[in-house]
């Protein structure tokens, strides 16, 4: 690759160096997982799987769903993954839309365990995103993935929570969880983020919002609600493989919904879409 900077590694063969992936195998419309496993599931949902891969614990996949080419990346968990996978995407996509379908723990008491939060905005509680902004630099999804996020959820029958998610560094003491023999810094953290507004934790929406959002791309997250932290209590067994399926199937239902936009907003010859764009011949 004549034209690639010195200072990144690549291989000789133009395939990313973690995800393995070349260009134009990777659709303009993308789901990000966290789990690799998940990747199995969001195939078991499209036809015409043109191929799976694996590489280290990135998996990824890339098919047709209802007739829209799509595509799915696992990231493996936190924000420094995220920073490898997106860079990554990048050098071989333009402009991709992406949405993160992931598991949380919820802060609030009226959310259900299976049920599903749509992340308006995060609290980068993560390192990763200070290397690329400042600390004051919000993350926020873009408001055409949270409107398709929730029409999603509708037409599957979910019901879904609007709010800001808390982007945590780790899982036990970076959320404010009891570690044996390690005294944390932050004992009353899920407590603080609950009583400043936020709806769940969990440990990669910030970094994609921004990173996504740094380059100009449409990114939004929906996660499904694995623990309830007012009480304690963990989503298990076929509920929680349920879950997992119906954040995934929302995913898939939402990239429909974006692709529908962008028809419009071409139709319209309008520069971004706005909710009067919206047909009633889609069913919405």
């Known amino acids: 690759m004549p034209n690639a900077d010195p200072r990144v590694a690549l291989p000789e063969s133009g395939r990313q160096y973690h995800i393995a992936l070349g260009a134009g195998e ?21 036809d015409d ?47 991709p839309t992406l949405i993160r379908v992931g598991s949380s ?15 308006t905005g995060a609290v980068r509680l993560e390192a990763t995103t200070k290397y690329f902004v400042h600390e004051g630099y919000p993350a926020v999804a873009d408001y055409a993935a949270v409107a398709a996020l929730l029409e999603a959820a509708a037409r599957r029958g ?10 945590a560094p780790g899982f036990y003491g970076a959320q404010g969880r009891p570690i044996p023999q390690i005294p944390i810094r932050y004992p009353d953290l899920a407590e ?31 996660c499904t ?11 298990e067994g076929d509920a929680r493989e349920q879950a997992e399926l119906d954040c995934i199937e929302v995913g898939l239902e939402a990239l429909m919904v ?12 309008a ?5 009067g764009l919206w047909s009633t011949e889609t069913g919405a």
């Open 192 to 222: 603080e983020m609950r009583r400043q507004g936020v709806v769940n934790f969990e440990m990669e929406g910030s970094a994609l919002l921004v990173l996504a959002g740094l380059a100009g791309c449409r990114a939004g997250v929906v």
């Open 225 to 235: 609600a694995f623990a309830q932290r007012t009480t304690g209590q963990f989503l």
């Open 49 to 95: 799987i043109e191929f799976v891969r694996r590489h280290r614990e990135f998996v990824s996949v890339t098919g047709r769903y209802r007739g829209l080419r799509v595509s799915a990346v696992a990231t493996g968990i936190g924000a420094d993954n995220v920073e490898i996978v997106l860079a990554e995407i990048l050098a071989i996509t333009s402009h």
């Open 258 to 269: 974006l692709a529908e936009m962008d028809r419009q907003v071409r139709a319209a010859g």
């Open 158 to 167: 979910k019901r879904a929570h609007l709010g800001i998610t808390a982007t």
């Open 271 to 275: 520069a971004c879409w706005r909710p």
């Open 105 to 119: 723990g919820v802060l609030r008491a009226e959310i259900g365990l299976g049920e599903l939060v749509i992340t």
């Open 26 to 46: 990777l659709a303009d419309y993308i789901l990000l997982p966290g789990d690799p496993d998940r990747i199995e599931l969001i195939a078991s949902r499209l």
